[in-house]
């Protein structure tokens, strides 16, 4: 049993663990993937202990179709059920291996949902649910540790995969201690190929990125996802990502 969970919504910071796990999932998932696990992590918080303690192997969540859009932040005009449901394949389908309790298991975030049930109804009836059975325990462990990249539900709000994956990158790296001078970093910098994996682009120069980072960073910055300075280094042969520490206190 995973101890220390957080069960206040209002404090709900933790990691949908996009960068942490594996850096292929920038290139498999969508925005949309990134924001349904976003989503269900924020639901899953509001637990209490009473409810997290008294689920059961194999029972399934109900949730809303329209809570889900809604903190997914899709437009109701939108073919938004079709997007969830293609959201909810892709996040059943993805399989790792996490430790939990000290163990290594091959899981999943999502290991069923009733997509039957889904199609049994049209669009319009906004009573409908899916049903979905989660790896508990994993979630459980996700919304206790303290290594992952910092998470805010508005970070829904961002519309494109590339301001999601800027903002994690900062997050994530904002946290790291460098090796050597044993400080926390302000900068990180990334070649072509490692940016057209992360970005899912194939781009064939690093001047490419500079009109979507700079569009981005506005994005970023309205939403007031990120409240200390950052910028880009575009050099022929990278990018520099440039924060100011945290922790730091502005000059």
């Not at 790296?173 to 302000?186: H, S």
Request: proline letters at 2%; one cysteine or more.
């Amino acid at each position: 049993m995973c101890n220390n969970i957080v069960l206040d919504p209002n404090n709900f910071k933790k990691s949908n663990l996009i960068i942490d796990i594996n850096k292929g999932l920038f290139v498999n998932w969508t925005e949309y993937d990134m924001k349904l696990l976003n989503s269900l992590l924020y639901i899953y918080s509001q637990k209490t202990e009473e409810e997290i303690n008294n689920t059961k192997i194999g029972d399934f969540q109900e949730i809303l179709i329209k809570d889900l859009r809604d903190l997914m932040n899709i437009n109701p005009k939108r073919n938004y059920k079709e997007i969830i449901i293609n959201s909810l394949e892709n996040i059943r389908n993805f399989g790792f291996n996490a430790k939990i309790n000290n163990k290594i298991d091959y899981t999943s975030f999502i290991l069923k949902f009733e997509k039957r049930e889904l199609l049994r109804f049209p669009q319009s009836y906004q009573n409908q649910k899916v049903k979905i059975l989660f790896d508990n325990e994993l979630f459980k462990c996700i919304l206790q540790k303290s290594n992952f990249t910092l998470l805010n539900i508005d970070i829904n709000k961002l519309s494109s995969k590339y301001a999601m994956n800027i903002y994690q990158i900062i997050k994530m790296k904002q946290k790291q201690i460098n090796p050597i001078t044993k400080e926390k970093i302000t900068t990180v910098k990334y070649n072509l190929k490692e940016l057209n994996e992360i970005f899912d682009t194939s781009h064939k120069y690093i001047s490419k990125f500079k009109h979507h980072f700079e569009n981005r960073k506005k994005s970023i910055i309205k939403h007031d996802l990120i409240k200390t300075d950052f910028d880009f280094d575009f050099k022929k042969d990278c990018i520099v990502f440039k924060f100011r520490n945290f922790n730091k206190k502005s000059k």
